[in-house]
């Protein structure tokens, strides 16, 4: 991955590019697409739950050690992302819901922005590393929504970039790591990904150290050690600061629980494998086959480091369609890179040929200073005229201005019903999915049966859930289980269906997305 074969290439190539510089327009258009990119409707269904959080902790002056939004869940419980849910909840209560889309736009233009501008800075080709972002912040578009592990997503890529910068130039950014994971620990469950990263490339960096004096026959240099030794202090501290949290160890516990929950998959696309005949899947395959296709073309190969990290995070991303966005973030440089080299080779051989035929005229001088200046400033104009139309016309589109909540993905009417009836009360059933939302609005005067926070319940609940809301059988046992006293469900599923046929179920709300049955006989009401 290092870029210093290319040096004299690149100087080649831009000694060929005389005339106007158009590597900012470039950047601002690539910019552009970012905030395109990212300025999605919301459709986020954890956001809710995590404001409610955020909600309680700035309330009470206290932190969760255990659950208190549903009835069915189990007792213990951690906040992990509190220092998160805290900014958004003072965002949101301050400045509105658009806080979120800020926020969410602000991260993915500092995440890939910022990484594309610092691999160009240290000697990647400008066209390639701003194509290759593009491609990949495209692919994390998909899951770039309103939810605390876009922080994760930041703080990789600065990790990663700091981790190269330090094997190019040993720079003193090196100390940021320490810093960068006490904030990460507090903020995020996937520090887990950054401090996983560190100790892999201290790691690789003493092996490799040890095996390169061991073929050489010499006895290891301590002034090499030494010199790596901000490296294993700094990954040391790190590794340290982690456990400066509210919970101590028992952040680690959580981290095992979230990797490990199968059950969850059958309700929560996003951590079941990709489906590649879906949309994103396919867009995901193509992706896997150009990086591959750059990575075996281009003249500069990546090192052993590199294809590890590049496999590792491959096949987790195959495991849990959660961890694609981790991949963009972490094939950003190294496909780069093989795709800079890839990109000099050619224009070195369109250089060569065109001076061989003389095909290629010179550039210089071919406008005069007065002309420069009024191309400069109509792409300018054209640039910032189509930014601001774009934007303008995108967030009309997802109606930002009109309102957060999207009526066609929560039950925005469902809830408000209940809201304005105090009599239906007692044990609720509500669909999984929207049991974030009917907790930020309905807490504390009711509490859900099930919702996203997928490692806080028991695996038979998710089973049992999952049945319940197709099979009529299964939904009696549940009932007869938990003692339901009214259900939110969503129409779509079955069990909007057959409670009609159940007698003792009464149909008391309907519209098109959800219908509330309340229970006649044996209520608790």
Not at 345 to 365: A, D, E, L, M, Q
Not at 433 to 440: L, R, V
Request: hydrophobic share 50%.
């Amino acid at each position: 991955m290092n870029p210093n074969a290319n040096i004299k290439m690149k100087k080649l190539i831009d000694n060929n590019e005389k005339g106007i510089n158009v590597k900012p327009i470039i950047f601002a258009l690539f910019l552009l697409l970012l905030v395109i990119f990212s300025l999605n409707a919301a459709d986020d269904y954890d956001i809710w739950w995590h404001l409610k959080t955020g909600e309680y902790i700035v309330k009470t002056h206290s932190l969760l050690s255990k659950d208190i939004f549903s009835y069915a869940s189990s007792s213990h419980w951690i906040a992990y992302s509190w220092l998160a849910e805290i900014l958004y909840y003072l965002g949101v209560s301050t400045f509105g819901f658009n806080f979120l889309v800020v926020v969410r736009l602000i991260l993915y233009l500092a995440t890939f922005g910022t990484g594309a501008f610092v691999l160009f800075r240290l000697g990647n080709d400008y066209i390639s590393t701003i194509v290759v972002s593009s491609l990949l912040a495209f692919l994390a578009a998909f899951y770039w929504t309103d939810r605390p592990y876009l922080f994760s997503a930041f703080f990789l890529m600065v990790i990663f970039l700091i981790l190269l910068s330090w094997e190019k130039t040993y720079s003193g950014l090196i100390w940021m790591l320490p810093p960068i994971m006490l904030i990460w620990v507090n903020m995020h469950i996937n520090f887990a990904f950054g401090l996983a990263l560190i100790i892999f490339f201290a790691l690789y960096d003493l092996l490799r150290m040890k095996f390169r004096y061991r073929n050489s026959g010499t006895g290891a240099d301590n002034r090499v050690f030494i010199k790596s030794l901000p490296l294993y202090l700094s990954s040391a501290v790190s590794i340290a600061l982690t456990f400066v949290n509210p919970y101590k160890w028992d952040i680690y516990s959580e981290v095992f629980k979230m990797a490990n929950m199968p059950v969850s998959y059958i309700l929560v696309p996003e951590f079941a494998s990709p489906d590649f005949h879906a949309l994103y899947g396919r867009i995901f395959l193509i992706a896997i086959i150009l990086s591959c296709i750059i990575l075996a073309a281009s003249p500069q190969k990546p090192d052993l480091r590199s294809i590890l990290i590049y496999l590792i995070i491959l096949g987790l991303s195959l495991y849990s369609t959660r961890n694609t966005i981790f991949l963009t973030v972490l094939w950003l440089p190294i496909v780069s890179y093989s795709a800079s080299a890839l990109m000099m080779k050619i224009n070195k051989s369109i250089i060569y040929r065109g001076r061989v035929k003389n095909k290629i005229p010179s550039t210089t001088n071919t406008f005069s200073p007065r002309k420069r200046v009024v191309i400069y400033c109509f792409a300018w104009l054209m640039v910032a005229a189509f930014i601001v139309i774009s934007v303008v016309y995108q967030i009309r589109k997802i109606g930002l201005s009109s309102g957060y909540a999207n009526d066609k993905i929560f039950p925005v009417h469902a809830v408000e019903y209940l809201e304005a009836h105090d009599e239906i009360k007692g044990r609720m059933f509500n669909d999984h999915s929207w049991g974030g939302y009917i907790i930020f609005k309905t807490y504390p005067e009711r509490k859900v049966f099930i919702d996203n926070r997928n490692q806080l319940y028991e695996k038979d609940i998710f089973k049992k859930y999952a049945r319940a809301v197709f099979l009529p059988k299964d939904w009696e046992k549940l009932d007869k289980e938990f003692d339901f006293d009214y259900a939110l469900v969503r129409n779509e599923y079955p069990i909007g269906e057959f409670l009609k046929l159940y007698p003792d179920w009464k149909i008391v709300y309907r519209d098109e997305l959800a219908s509330i049955f309340v229970k006649q006989k044996n209520s608790k009401n």
